[in-house]
């Protein structure tokens, strides 16, 4: 017989022919026992062993002429069978026996492209074995290497482009590459066969129960069949990702520990092989309605029967079956028999689908108006065909704007309805119609979009052609968008969750404020979490440094999300971002944070709010960098304090409290004293515990403070703790109204009179306002009332909070206040400050009737107790002036400024006549004149004082000028003090008149009256030159003192004509002080005038006739009397010779200099003519510089 091409064949023998083979093909897959060669030796068997059951269909030509040439030997080699048709399997044989590796392997890939694997060379290539390179002598040909023994390497081929080993076929022994591609190739069929053994598992598992037992369930309901193993493992599954979904972390730990044969992370591990089932949410939803059935889900192709095959796919040759085994033959009939049920199985379901696509149909073609009824009449006419493509073509030509869509029938398009009709996907329209009924209905209640079709009989190709030249774009993201127009508010939500953050980075940073409420509102109501934490996410990062508007507009916006989404999906998804950027790199964005914890806690769970929100602040206080950040820290917490309600978090609030006390920041404690503690004391109040822990703790460690401080006050702390406990006086006066016995009576209805506005103190913030606190003005006024009359007519019985501050508040800071230094000027100040608000706060009548007393009692200023001071000890402390200060100048009537004026006249008299220290009376005097509304009264008490018989009296007084005239005006310095500095002068006692130089010197330093600065000059000079006071040694100690303390600060003319000539006589006359400590006293004193007075500039003829001529006697003196001092007086005389004769050589180089500047001017003006001339060239300039060549 002549031989035939087998390649050679026509289109329309070859597409007879695939469809029958591609039946036969299909059924054989590695788990259902397809028979092929025997294990043993894969590749021995003829080509004449194998039964003819693939036939050639592929019209590609082997890119090897040597494939065709072994294709041509094969169809030589059959040349005694009649039929033209050679089986494929016999050419595999042939190639494969003959060595053409590379064309068997092309051949292989043809037929996998189609659809129809072959055993023999799927066996073959999937054996390692066949391509390791083998060293020493080639083994026999009857061995499992092959029929041709090893094999040999080819050149590349670079056409097998789509071979997996193209990439590894370079030339050359590169075994390391070969491994590396054959192991690949092994892991893919590892793959393939545990997906195979999947499917074995779940054809076991649904035969798991007997078919007896499931009869009974099914005719008995109530009793339950019990679960399958893959049923549990399925559930579980479930289960555990409902419960991550919905933030049950902990319990989805429990769970997976549980079943920890299990994993979680992969639905592979179940076992099942099938797709994975929607979460127990649609479950849920969709129980009323079942799923189809796993099968109705996948794509499947009806085929032709194998009994309706044509006659010529049969054997040809009856005579080679005689090669077959009879084993191999009744293996292959079972398996095709096999096959043949599974087929006619998915020819009734495919059955059913197609009934029911129809009735979709005519569904969908009552909703939604075609444009052509026989492109419907074609959708129904094609359903039932093998291929689901043509269907889908010809319903997608029927509308040009249908597009691909991703939400499951969300959207009002054509495609949805075209989806429906192709019988693509059923199973998943029927399940969106299911989970979105309200968007349904919204459809099915607007009537149909009618459109006049033309009466024409275009094809839908055409007509789809056609209207491809409007230039529509579906394809790209954006136009699949504009494409659909959502029907719902639920698809709109869809839609801008998908387009915001496309559209945030194109917007300006200065305008992109402006998308928060887009932004918000989508976040609220979109459907899916993911969706909503990615938008929460461009809400907190939409603007690089937020500055403070658009910071509270998104605060704004979170405080509007809390109010709508409820405590749980604040904490779900607001809280992380916020924990997200706590470590900001920006402050502005940590600024944000903090805010924010403050603006959401009313919004949040307790639990919450106590813990992590507190413990986020807590951390920021702790370790941000960024005064602001902390600020708003402090803030938050407070707010935190107003709604917290657990009282195990009273400590920590406490310790809060004194760790931002304690920050460096004026800001920060500023925000502390104003929001903080007022929030603070609100909650202890409501605790019962503002003044029986509160403040007790407070002065506890103030307490601990002065008992650890004996040798240095750490006067720091001291100011946080008294300044918390004044930042508490509001709210503890606020305690003691609502627990008074009259709180019941108030009224708020008649004539209340309004409280004067300078009752209370200024408060630092409304929080600090008792008003605020009690709830009302109105309320306030009513209790203030009571309070008084109560205070005045009715006493304290029973009312325990008033009680607790008398008896023991008081008591304790008086005695605080008795163990302070009472030289430290700032300690004093807070305490008065203290003291001046807590009697302000409580009112006059309280402090006439309670406070004041107890001051009294133990200063007792008696006439009896003068002569007995020696052990009268406090009013050498700080009491004195801070019951002169904080207490006596509260208020500010006439019969209270006689009681101040009496107090410090009695204190002045009783120190002075005891000999007592006067830092007490220095620190009141200090303390009231730093305010100019105490100047008058203070001159009163001096000149009470000045008018004193005894002479200590007088001196005292006279010390106490110095103190005040500080700050005090000219004219009353002119009018009231120098007079009576003078009158102290005319008096007998030398030790008065010496009292009054450090007032004289303190007025030459602040006065720059001329007439008074003569008067105060001449009253000096009388000191200096009246021969009485030669001899008195402690009036020259303080002349020299007071002119070293004012001299750099004086009158420069005041300073050269009057202060350093008087030096210098002073410095002169102590060369000859016989006595030698006094001559030590005045050279100490000269050195340190003379070391303040170089600092200033001294005219060259002072210098030299007065400066260093003195400093030259001084040095004299302390060559004998200190070494040491007199090295630095010689290198203060040589820094003074040198400024003198720098000086003359600049004189000399400036007469020199007026007469050259004519010369200068010249030169100067020839040289920007000549730079003027220049053009701009660098190289050009430059040229000018240089030196001439």
């Given at each position: 017989?002549?031989?035939?091409?087998?390649?050679?064949?026509?289109?329309?023998?070859?597409?007879?022919?695939?469809?029958?083979?591609?039946?036969?093909?299909?059924?054989?897959?590695?788990?259902?026992?397809?028979?092929?060669?025997?294990?043993?030796?894969?590749?021995?068997?003829?080509?004449?062993?194998?039964?003819?059951?693939?036939?050639?269909?592929?019209?590609?030509?082997?890119?090897?002429?040597?494939?065709?040439?072994?294709?041509?030997?094969?169809?030589?080699?059959?040349?005694?069978?009649?039929?033209?048709?050679?089986?494929?399997?016999?050419?595999?044989?042939?190639?494969?026996?003959?060595?053409?590796?590379?064309?068997?392997?092309?051949?292989?890939?043809?037929?996998?492209?189609?659809?129809?694997?072959?055993?023999?060379?799927?066996?073959?290539?999937?054996?390692?074995?066949?391509?390791?390179?083998?060293?020493?002598?080639?083994?026999?040909?009857?061995?499992?290497?092959?029929?041709?023994?090893?094999?040999?390497?080819?050149?590349?081929?670079?056409?097998?482009?789509?071979?997996?080993?193209?990439?590894?076929?370079?030339?050359?022994?590169?075994?390391?590459?070969?491994?590396?591609?054959?192991?690949?190739?092994?892991?893919?069929?590892?793959?393939?066969?545990?997906?195979?053994?999947?499917?074995?598992?779940?054809?076991?598992?649904?035969?798991?129960?007997?078919?007896?037992?499931?009869?009974?369930?099914?005719?008995?309901?109530?009793?339950?069949?019990?679960?399958?193993?893959?049923?549990?493992?399925?559930?579980?599954?479930?289960?555990?990702?409902?419960?991550?979904?919905?933030?049950?972390?902990?319990?989805?730990?429990?769970?997976?520990?549980?079943?920890?044969?299990?994993?979680?992370?992969?639905?592979?591990?179940?076992?099942?092989?099938?797709?994975?089932?929607?979460?127990?949410?649609?479950?849920?939803?969709?129980?009323?309605?079942?799923?189809?059935?796993?099968?109705?889900?996948?794509?499947?192709?009806?085929?032709?029967?194998?009994?309706?095959?044509?006659?010529?796919?049969?054997?040809?040759?009856?005579?080679?079956?005689?090669?077959?085994?009879?084993?191999?033959?009744?293996?292959?009939?079972?398996?095709?028999?096999?096959?043949?049920?599974?087929?006619?199985?998915?020819?009734?379901?495919?059955?059913?689908?197609?009934?029911?696509?129809?009735?979709?149909?005519?569904?969908?073609?009552?909703?939604?108006?075609?444009?052509?009824?026989?492109?419907?009449?074609?959708?129904?006419?094609?359903?039932?065909?093998?291929?689901?493509?043509?269907?889908?073509?010809?319903?997608?030509?029927?509308?040009?704007?249908?597009?691909?869509?991703?939400?499951?029938?969300?959207?009002?398009?054509?495609?949805?309805?075209?989806?429906?009709?192709?019988?693509?996907?059923?199973?998943?329209?029927?399940?969106?119609?299911?989970?979105?009924?309200?968007?349904?209905?919204?459809?099915?209640?607007?009537?149909?979009?009618?459109?006049?079709?033309?009466?024409?009989?275009?094809?839908?190709?055409?007509?789809?052609?056609?209207?491809?030249?409007?230039?529509?774009?579906?394809?790209?993201?954006?136009?699949?968008?504009?494409?659909?127009?959502?029907?719902?508010?639920?698809?709109?939500?869809?839609?801008?969750?998908?387009?915001?953050?496309?559209?945030?980075?194109?917007?300006?940073?200065?305008?992109?404020?402006?998308?928060?409420?887009?932004?918000?509102?989508?976040?609220?109501?979109?459907?899916?979490?993911?969706?909503?934490?990615?938008?929460?996410?461009?809400?907190?990062?939409?603007?690089?440094?937020?500055?403070?508007?658009?910071?509270?507009?998104?605060?704004?916006?979170?405080?509007?999300?809390?109010?709508?989404?409820?405590?749980?999906?604040?904490?779900?998804?607001?809280?992380?971002?916020?924990?997200?950027?706590?470590?900001?790199?920006?402050?502005?964005?940590?600024?944000?944070?903090?805010?924010?914890?403050?603006?959401?806690?009313?919004?949040?769970?307790?639990?919450?709010?106590?813990?992590?929100?507190?413990?986020?602040?807590?951390?920021?206080?702790?370790?941000?960098?960024?005064?602001?950040?902390?600020?708003?820290?402090?803030?938050?917490?407070?707010?935190?304090?107003?709604?917290?309600?657990?009282?195990?978090?009273?400590?920590?609030?406490?310790?809060?409290?004194?760790?931002?006390?304690?920050?460096?920041?004026?800001?920060?404690?500023?925000?502390?004293?104003?929001?903080?503690?007022?929030?603070?004391?609100?909650?202890?109040?409501?605790?019962?515990?503002?003044?029986?822990?509160?403040?007790?703790?407070?002065?506890?460690?103030?307490?601990?403070?002065?008992?650890?401080?004996?040798?240095?006050?750490?006067?720091?702390?001291?100011?946080?703790?008294?300044?918390?406990?004044?930042?508490?006086?509001?709210?503890?006066?606020?305690?003691?109204?609502?627990?008074?016995?009259?709180?019941?009576?108030?009224?708020?209805?008649?004539?209340?009179?309004?409280?004067?506005?300078?009752?209370?103190p200024r408060p630092a913030s409304p929080l600090q306002d008792v008003a605020t606190i009690i709830g009302s003005r109105e309320m306030l006024s009513a209790l203030l009332l009571l309070y008084d009359h109560q205070l005045e007519h009715e006493g304290t019985t029973g009312w325990e909070s008033l009680l607790w501050v008398v008896n023991q508040l008081l008591p304790q800071l008086i005695d605080i206040v008795g163990r302070i230094n009472v030289t430290s000027t700032t300690c004093v100040h807070e305490f008065s400050r203290f003291f001046w608000r807590f009697c302000r706060t409580f009112g006059k009548i309280f402090t006439n009737t309670k406070v004041k007393p107890q001051f009294q009692e133990i200063l007792r200023l008696s006439e009896?107790?003068?002569?007995?001071?020696?052990?009268?000890?406090?009013?050498?402390?700080?009491?004195?002036?801070?019951?002169?200060?904080?207490?006596?100048?509260?208020?500010?009537?006439?019969?209270?400024?006689?009681?101040?004026?009496?107090?410090?006249?009695?204190?002045?008299?009783?120190?002075?006549?005891?000999?007592?220290?006067?830092?007490?009376?220095?620190?009141?005097?200090?303390?009231?004149?730093?305010?100019?509304?105490?100047?008058?009264?203070?001159?009163?008490?001096?000149?009470?004082?000045?008018?004193?018989?005894?002479?200590?009296?007088?001196?005292?007084?006279?010390?106490?000028?110095?103190?005040?005239?500080?700050?005090?005006?000219?004219?009353?310095?002119?009018?009231?003090?120098?007079?009576?500095?003078?009158?102290?002068?005319?008096?007998?006692?030398?030790?008065?008149?010496?009292?009054?130089?450090?007032?004289?010197?303190?007025?030459?330093?602040?006065?720059?009256?001329?007439?008074?600065?003569?008067?105060?000059?001449?009253?000096?000079?009388?000191?200096?030159?009246?021969?009485?006071?030669?001899?008195?040694?402690?009036?020259?100690?303080?002349?020299?003192?007071?002119?070293?303390?004012?001299?750099?600060?004086?009158?420069?003319?005041?300073?050269?004509?009057?202060?350093?000539?008087?030096?210098?006589?002073?410095?002169?006359?102590?060369?000859?002080?016989?006595?030698?400590?006094?001559?030590?006293?005045?050279?100490?004193?000269?050195?340190?005038?003379?070391?303040?007075?170089?600092?200033?500039?001294?005219?060259?003829?002072?210098?030299?006739?007065?400066?260093?001529?003195?400093?030259?006697?001084?040095?004299?003196?302390?060559?004998?009397?200190?070494?040491?001092?007199?090295?630095?007086?010689?290198?203060?005389?040589?820094?003074?010779?040198?400024?003198?004769?720098?000086?003359?050589?600049?004189?000399?180089?400036?007469?020199?200099?007026?007469?050259?500047?004519?010369?200068?001017?010249?030169?100067?003006?020839?040289?920007?003519?000549?730079?003027?001339?220049?053009?701009?060239?660098?190289?050009?300039?430059?040229?000018?510089?240089?030196?001439?060549?």
């Amino acid at each position: 017989m002549a031989s035939v091409n087998p390649f050679n064949l026509s289109d329309s023998e070859e597409e007879a022919e695939r469809r029958p083979n591609e039946t036969v093909d299909t059924e054989r897959s590695p788990s259902e026992g397809a028979p092929g060669p025997p294990p043993g030796n894969h590749f021995s068997p003829s080509a004449e062993a194998e039964p003819p059951t693939l036939l050639l269909s592929s019209n590609r030509t082997s890119p090897s002429g040597e494939g065709i040439s072994a294709s041509a030997a094969a169809t030589a080699a059959m040349s005694g069978i009649t039929d033209t048709r050679v089986s494929v399997d016999v050419i595999a044989a042939q190639l494969l026996r003959e060595q053409y590796i590379l064309t068997a392997l092309e051949l292989h890939t043809e037929l996998l492209e189609a659809g129809r694997e072959l055993p023999r060379l799927r066996d073959y290539f999937s054996n390692p074995g066949n391509f390791e390179r083998q060293s020493g002598t080639p083994p026999a040909k009857d061995q499992a290497l092959g029929p041709g023994g090893p094999l040999n390497r080819a050149g590349s081929i670079s056409t097998l482009d789509s071979l997996d080993f193209a990439r590894y076929s370079d030339d050359g022994n590169r075994e390391t590459d070969e491994r590396v591609a054959v192991l690949e190739f092994e892991l893919r069929k590892a793959k393939e066969t545990i997906q195979a053994l999947r499917a074995n598992l779940t054809q076991a598992a649904e035969s798991e129960v007997p078919s007896q037992e499931r009869k009974n369930f099914n005719s008995n309901p109530e009793i339950q069949e019990p679960i399958r193993q893959l049923e549990k493992r399925a559930l579980n599954f479930l289960v555990n990702e409902y419960l991550l979904k919905n933030e049950y972390k902990l319990s989805s730990i429990t769970f997976s520990d549980e079943n920890d044969d299990q994993d979680f992370e992969l639905w592979d591990d179940v076992g099942l092989n099938i797709p994975k089932p929607p979460d127990l949410l649609q479950l849920y939803r969709n129980c009323g309605s079942p799923l189809p059935s796993p099968r109705d889900m996948v794509d499947v192709s009806v085929e032709v029967a194998f009994e309706d095959f044509p006659g010529n796919c049969t054997p040809p040759n009856p005579s080679k079956k005689t090669d077959l085994s009879q084993q191999q033959q009744t293996e292959v009939i079972q398996e095709l028999e096999y096959q043949i049920s599974l087929l006619n199985n998915e020819k009734q379901s495919l059955a059913e689908q197609i009934k029911k696509l129809q009735s979709e149909i005519q569904t969908l073609r009552r909703t939604v108006c075609y444009p052509s009824q026989a492109t419907l009449d074609q959708i129904c006419q094609n359903a039932p065909n093998a291929s689901c493509s043509s269907a889908s073509n010809s319903a997608c030509t029927t509308n040009p704007l249908s597009v691909p869509h991703t939400d499951n029938s969300q959207y009002l398009d054509i495609g949805r309805v075209s989806e429906s009709e192709n019988g693509s996907d059923p199973p998943l329209t029927q399940k969106s119609s299911q989970s979105h009924p309200q968007s349904h209905n919204k459809l099915k209640s607007r009537p149909p979009v009618q459109f006049d079709q033309p009466n024409r009989t275009l094809s839908p190709a055409f007509q789809q052609a056609l209207l491809s030249f409007c230039r529509m774009c579906s394809d790209s993201r954006l136009g699949a968008e504009v494409s659909r127009i959502a029907d719902s508010e639920e698809s709109v939500m869809l839609m801008l969750g998908r387009c915001l953050p496309h559209i945030v980075p194109n917007v300006l940073l200065a305008k992109r404020e402006e998308l928060i409420p887009l932004i918000l509102c989508t976040a609220c109501l979109h459907p899916q979490p993911k969706e909503r934490d990615q938008l929460l996410h461009i809400l907190f990062n939409l603007i690089k440094r937020p500055d403070d508007e658009q910071r509270q507009m998104i605060l704004t916006g979170c405080v509007a999300f809390a109010r709508h989404v409820g405590p749980t999906r604040v904490e779900a998804e607001l809280l992380p971002q916020c924990w997200e950027q706590i470590n900001h790199k920006y402050p502005e964005r940590r600024l944000l944070v903090a805010e924010s914890c403050g603006a959401l806690a009313p919004y949040l769970p307790k639990e919450i709010r106590s813990s992590l929100v507190l413990s986020m602040l807590q951390q920021m206080l702790t370790e941000d960098k960024a005064d602001m950040v902390r600020e708003a820290v402090v803030k938050s917490l407070a707010i935190i304090m107003g709604y917290i309600d657990d009282p195990d978090k009273y400590s920590q609030g406490f310790e809060l409290m004194l760790l931002s006390l304690g920050d460096p920041s004026e800001r920060v404690v500023s925000a502390v004293h104003q929001v903080f503690i007022p929030a603070f004391a609100a909650w202890t109040t409501e605790l019962g515990s503002l003044h029986t822990a509160l403040i007790p703790a407070l002065l506890a460690r103030i307490e601990k403070l002065l008992t650890q401080g004996e040798h240095g006050l750490d006067e720091h702390k001291l100011h946080i703790f008294l300044s918390a406990l004044q930042s508490l006086i509001p709210p503890l006066f606020a305690v003691v109204l609502q627990n008074a016995p009259f709180t019941s009576r108030a009224k708020l209805h008649g004539d209340i009179p309004a409280i004067e506005v300078t009752r209370f103190p200024r408060p630092a913030s409304p929080l600090q306002d008792v008003a605020t606190i009690i709830g009302s003005r109105e309320m306030l006024s009513a209790l203030l009332l009571l309070y008084d009359h109560q205070l005045e007519h009715e006493g304290t019985t029973g009312w325990e909070s008033l009680l607790w501050v008398v008896n023991q508040l008081l008591p304790q800071l008086i005695d605080i206040v008795g163990r302070i230094n009472v030289t430290s000027t700032t300690c004093v100040h807070e305490f008065s400050r203290f003291f001046w608000r807590f009697c302000r706060t409580f009112g006059k009548i309280f402090t006439n009737t309670k406070v004041k007393p107890q001051f009294q009692e133990i200063l007792r200023l008696s006439e009896e107790n003068v002569d007995a001071l020696a052990g009268n000890g406090i009013l050498t402390k700080a009491t004195v002036p801070i019951y002169a200060t904080g207490v006596l100048t509260c208020y500010n009537q006439e019969e209270d400024r006689k009681l101040l004026v009496g107090f410090l006249e009695d204190v002045m008299t009783t120190l002075s006549l005891s000999h007592a220290p006067l830092d007490s009376l220095k620190a009141s005097f200090v303390e009231l004149g730093a305010n100019p509304v105490y100047h008058e009264m203070l001159l009163t008490v001096l000149w009470y004082g000045v008018v004193h018989t005894s002479a200590l009296v007088r001196c005292t007084a006279a010390r106490m000028f110095e103190l005040v005239l500080r700050g005090m005006s000219e004219a009353l310095v002119d009018r009231r003090a120098a007079p009576a500095l003078i009158t102290l002068c005319s008096g007998p006692e030398f030790s008065v008149r010496i009292s009054t130089i450090p007032a004289f010197g303190t007025i030459m330093e602040t006065v720059t009256q001329k007439e008074l600065l003569e008067r105060v000059k001449m009253q000096l000079a009388s000191f200096l030159e009246d021969p009485q006071y030669q001899d008195q040694h402690s009036l020259h100690i303080e002349i020299i003192r007071t002119f070293g303390r004012v001299g750099p600060n004086a009158e420069p003319r005041f300073r050269d004509e009057f202060v350093l000539p008087h030096l210098h006589k002073l410095a002169l006359a102590n060369n000859s002080q016989a006595a030698e400590n006094k001559r030590v006293d005045i050279a100490m004193q000269l050195f340190e005038a003379y070391s303040a007075l170089s600092c200033c500039f001294i005219s060259e003829e002072v210098m030299l006739n007065h400066f260093l001529p003195g400093l030259r006697c001084l040095h004299a003196d302390m060559e004998h009397l200190s070494p040491e001092h007199e090295v630095i007086l010689s290198s203060m005389i040589k820094e003074c010779e040198i400024k003198v004769e720098n000086r003359g050589m600049s004189d000399a180089q400036g007469s020199l200099s007026i007469a050259s500047s004519l010369v200068g001017e010249d030169a100067k003006t020839k040289f920007l003519s000549k730079m003027g001339q220049l053009t701009t060239s660098g190289a050009m300039l430059a040229n000018v510089f240089q030196r001439k060549k």
